[in-house]
């Protein structure tokens, strides 16, 4: 008997024993982190916990070396976002996020939920890398998530510095505002995904330095460092990511690379035991010829020649002039330019140990420095003229070598970039057809490009919350910035969404043949898989009605501008309506549809519900009303008839709204049965019309501007179609001081049994009656 309980209680105790250790380098989900406490990993090198920098009172949770008194923090979690008392901790909470807590346990930081939520442990590793995992499995490829994809202000040992394409994660290294404030600062160290991919860094928006490209054994960059006896430099690129890291030859040495916002910001430092201190190890940029394109293009910088810039060998300045006062920035141009027609004039010629220029687009961006020693070569092509003069022997010149040269040397002069261009009108030719596909046998004019699924979601930090600018009808919109710096907004078609393919297809093949300066621009599209992508010009200002009803930025428009933005309406409108190729019903005009650009310029945007008609159609009928209470007309929110006229009634429900600043649903009159209309056609009556100006505009107005846009508005709202202006009329009644007609009763004035009153006044028999082709669709 004896024996068998010592058999049971053994286990039981060993099992006691490894969960009390365990505690020190990880926690449970059912454990926490309060500050004062700490996990060491393992091997002692690192700890998780709490900390202050500097003088400062607030509080971070961070990871540290154990080892180093002189606390050097190399990850951060909550850098934005200090607490300021000891009241922090941290936690796995039940879906799997990690939570850190801070004063009456408000979260000031969180990951965002996992795939997976069960058995979950954190754990800090001796590699400083603090990993949520099963506690089953310890495969790195298993990682619910890990510290080492959102790298704060260092890359230690063995982390990837880059991309991961299939998340869309870009793990770049941002620097610390100051010593003792972690926020990011305005220094950042990226991978660029060029077709030969650099390493930047940014100051801001500018360019600070170029690593250079991707030798197969260290950056073009940074010759020196291929002979070290520290570090092992690895770059990986292909269709899943595209990374840096550095690995060591001997483990035991301590070594970190920090981005930081000094005039050097990369810097690399071991730690030196016996002095206690950080060696700088290396620094960059190191010297004048680091800085970013200094001697402009076809510039050569020569850091031991004075002046340190020089035209290549064939090339002269662009302008001598400004070339001799030491402003290098045009750079320099052939001395012979290449003539098209005769190929075979013109040959390479070999430039040695230089940094290989901009690889973006791979079209050879052309600002190179010479390495005392170490550099790579480079050979570029000349008029054959040149190629005598400077090597002093008539060069073999043949379009094998040519070809073979370009290869070589990665750059691609000319005729890769033909080669490109037909590739991707081929890829877009594929995918245009599938877009044509279902459609009733119309012949589709795609004049857009299609974009990769994997450019949009780079662009869009993989589709990242922060990116995300808010929901639209269909699914959510992000902004995203292309390779090239221009700026998107991607709208993103959820799966689930009533749109669906016609809808989306509707959409792009309508906007595709749309331009006007005050319809928002399709850019392009992407549909693979599951995915339906729209992608338009971004829109800095956003939505009009991000202003109109917003109680602090309502200011910023005054009258002037409020009466530029309605006239822009009118003309986008009269646009889709009668002058683009097709005639257009919008069906769902409103604030939110009118996007505002730098110079608030309004551009109508969201044509999911657009119609689209042959030549003299102006009207349809549908079984399925779509579009937004408060801004329908009555024949059409009833009966399901939609004009050119429907789209008038909701342009002039959205100028009442620009006037007043206040929304068409809401109500307006003590006794709550007047909604917008009602309300502007109350005072009207009432002889006081000018009572409906938002406040703001009191001091800016021009009252009989104004009171003219109240008079429009109320024509175009009128409860019968045909009553209402067009939106011609509407733009010649704007842009003059005619008399205009007196407005008649409109329709949906009341809050509440508008549809009964839409329905007693206005029959079918009416809306077509006049001599226009009344139609009638089933909406697919
Ligand atoms: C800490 O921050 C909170 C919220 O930001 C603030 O209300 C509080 O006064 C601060 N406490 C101290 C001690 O600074
Ligand atoms: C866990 O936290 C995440 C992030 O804040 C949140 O989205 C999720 O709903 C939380 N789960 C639970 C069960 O509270
Ligand atoms: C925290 O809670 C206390 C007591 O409930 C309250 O007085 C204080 O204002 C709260 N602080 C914050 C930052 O919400
Ligand atoms: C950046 O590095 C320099 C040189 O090591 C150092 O003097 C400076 O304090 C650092 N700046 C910050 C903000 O850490
Ligand atoms: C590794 O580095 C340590 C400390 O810098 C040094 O003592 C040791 O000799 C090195 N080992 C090798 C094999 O170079």
């Known amino acids: 008997m004896g024996l068998l309980s010592s058999v049971f209680i053994v286990p039981n105790l060993l099992f006691l024993f490894f969960t009390t250790s365990y505690g020190v380098d990880s926690i449970t989900q059912t454990q926490s982190l309060s500050d004062g406490k700490t996990l060491v990993s393992k091997g002692g090198s690192f700890e998780l916990g709490f900390f202050r920098p500097g003088s400062s009172t607030n509080r971070y949770l961070g990871i540290w070396y154990k080892n180093i008194l002189d606390k050097t923090v190399v990850w951060v979690a909550?850098?934005?976002?200090?607490?300021?008392?000891?009241?922090?901790?941290?936690?796995?909470?039940?879906?799997?996020?990690?939570?850190?807590?801070?004063?009456?346990?408000?979260?000031?930081?969180?990951?965002?939920?996992p795939t997976q939520s069960q058995n979950l442990l954190l754990q800090?590793?001796?590699?400083?890398?603090?990993?949520?995992?099963?506690?089953?499995?310890?495969?790195?490829?298993d990682y619910v998530w890990q510290s080492f994809d959102y790298p704060s202000d260092t890359l230690l040992p063995g982390m990837k510095h880059g991309w991961d394409l299939r998340r869309g994660l870009n793990r770049r290294l941002t620097s610390w505002k100051n010593w003792e404030d972690p926020s990011p600062g305005d220094t950042i160290f990226e991978i660029e995904l060029y077709n030969y991919p650099d390493g930047y860094i940014w100051k801001g928006s500018k360019i600070f330095y170029r690593t250079g490209p991707w030798n197969g054994i260290g950056t073009s960059g940074s010759p020196a460092l291929k002979r070290n006896s520290i570090y092992q430099f690895t770059f990986v690129t292909n269709e899943d990511e595209v990374y840096y890291m550095y690995t060591l030859k001997n483990q035991s040495v301590i070594t970190r690379l920090v981005i930081n916002q000094s005039d050097n910001p990369f810097q690399r430092y071991t730690w030196v035991e016996t002095e206690k201190i950080w060696n700088l190890y290396s620094t960059l940029p190191k010297d004048l010829c680091d800085?970013?394109?200094?001697?402009?293009?076809?510039?050569?910088?020569?850091?031991?020649d004075s002046p340190i810039c020089q035209?290549?060998?064939?090339?002269?300045?662009?302008?001598?002039?400004?070339?001799?006062?030491?402003?290098?920035?045009q750079g320099c141009?052939?001395?012979?330019?290449?003539?098209?027609?005769?190929?075979?004039?013109?040959?390479?010629?070999?430039?040695?140990?230089?940094?290989?220029?901009?690889?973006?687009?791979?079209?050879?961006?052309?600002?190179?420095?010479?390495?005392?020693?170490?550099?790579?070569?480079?050979?570029?092509?000349?008029?054959?003229?040149?190629?005598?003069?400077?090597?002093?022997r008539k060069k073999k010149i043949a379009a094998i070598v040519v070809a073979s040269v370009a290869v070589v040397s990665g750059l691609l002069l000319g005729g890769c970039y033909i080669f490109r261009s037909r590739k991707n009108a081929k890829e877009a030719a594929e995918k245009s057809e599938k877009l044509g596909q279902g459609r009733d046998g119309q012949e589709e004019d795609m004049e857009l490009p299609?974009?990769?699924?994997?450019?949009?979601?780079?662009?869009?930090?993989?589709?990242?919350?922060?990116?995300?600018?808010?929901?639209?009808?269909?699914?959510?919109?992000?902004?995203?910035?292309?390779?090239?710096?221009?700026?998107?907004?991607?709208?993103?078609?959820?799966?689930?969404?009533?749109?669906?393919?016609?809808?989306?297809?509707?959409?792009?093949i309508l906007i595709a043949k749309l331009q006007h300066r005050n319809l928002v621009r399709l850019l392009g599209c992407c549909v693979e898989g599951e995915e339906k992508l729209l992608v338009y010009e971004y829109m800095p200002n956003r939505s009009l009605d991000s202003f109109i009803f917003d109680k602090t930025r309502y200011k910023i428009l005054d009258w002037s501008k409020r009466f530029q933005i309605i006239c822009g309406i009118a003309r986008g409108l009269l646009y889709l309506h009668e002058d683009s190729r097709l005639r257009i019903i919008h069906r769902d005009l409103k604030a939110s549809n009118i996007l505002l650009d730098k110079e608030l310029n309004p551009k109508i945007s969201d044509f999911g519900m657009a119609r689209i008609f042959g030549g003299d159609q102006t009207e349809g009928n549908t079984n399925r009303v779509v579009g937004t209470y408060g801004y329908m007309a009555p024949e059409y929110a009833s009966?399901?008839?939609?004009?050119?006229?429907?789209?008038?009634?909701?342009?002039?429900?959205?100028?009442?709204?620009?006037?007043?600043?206040?929304?068409?649903?809401?109500?307006?009159?003590?006794?709550?049965?007047?909604?917008?209309?009602?309300?502007?056609?109350k005072l009207w009556k009432?002889?006081?019309?000018?009572?409906?100006?938002?406040?703001?505009?009191?001091?800016?107005?021009?009252?009989?501007?104004?009171?003219?846009?109240?008079?429009?508005?109320?024509?175009?709202?009128?409860?019968?179609?045909?009553?209402?202006?067009?939106?011609?009329?509407?733009?010649?009644?704007?842009?003059?001081?005619?008399?205009?007609?007196?407005p008649k009763q409109p329709g949906f004035f009341t809050g509440k049994h508008s549809h009964a009153q839409a329905r007693s006044s206005s029959s079918k028999n009416e809306s077509s009656s006049n001599n226009e082709v009344a139609v009638r669709i089933v909406d697919m």
């Open 78 to 113: 909550n850098r934005g976002s200090p607490i300021n008392d000891s009241s922090g901790f941290l936690m796995i909470n039940g879906t799997g996020s990690l939570l850190l807590l801070g004063q009456n346990k408000t979260v000031v930081w969180s990951t965002s939920p």
């Open 124 to 141: 800090l590793l001796d590699s400083g890398n603090l990993v949520l995992r099963d506690e089953r499995t310890d495969n790195p490829e």
């Open 291 to 304: 800085s970013y394109a200094r001697c402009g293009a076809y510039g050569n910088c020569i850091i031991s």
């Open 311 to 329: 035209c290549l060998k064939g090339f002269r300045p662009k302008s001598e002039e400004k070339w001799d006062l030491t402003d290098w920035t």
């Open 333 to 392: 141009v052939p001395k012979k330019p290449l003539s098209c027609q005769d190929k075979l004039k013109h040959g390479f010629l070999k430039f040695t140990g230089l940094k290989l220029p901009d690889t973006k687009n791979t079209w050879v961006d052309r600002n190179i420095r010479q390495f005392e020693t170490g550099g790579q070569d480079l050979y570029i092509r000349m008029d054959a003229s040149e190629l005598e003069s400077v090597d002093g």
């Open 450 to 508: 299609i974009l990769n699924l994997s450019t949009i979601t780079r662009a869009t930090d993989g589709f990242s919350f922060d990116n995300k600018l808010g929901e639209g009808g269909f699914g959510p919109v992000y902004k995203g910035v292309l390779e090239d710096g221009q700026e998107i907004a991607v709208k993103r078609l959820s799966k689930i969404s009533g749109q669906g393919a016609n809808e989306f297809k509707n959409e792009v």
């Open 639 to 681: 009966d399901g008839y939609f004009s050119t006229k429907s789209d008038v009634f909701s342009f002039g429900i959205l100028l009442l709204e620009i006037i007043s600043g206040k929304k068409s649903r809401g109500v307006f009159h003590q006794d709550q049965s007047l909604n917008l209309i009602g309300y502007a056609w």
């Open 686 to 742: 009432e002889n006081s019309p000018l009572g409906l100006m938002d406040a703001c505009l009191e001091d800016s107005h021009c009252s009989s501007e104004v009171l003219r846009c109240i008079h429009i508005s109320l024509l175009c709202v009128e409860q019968r179609p045909e009553d209402r202006p067009s939106m011609s009329s509407v733009v010649l009644m704007l842009g003059s001081e005619n008399a205009l007609l007196q």
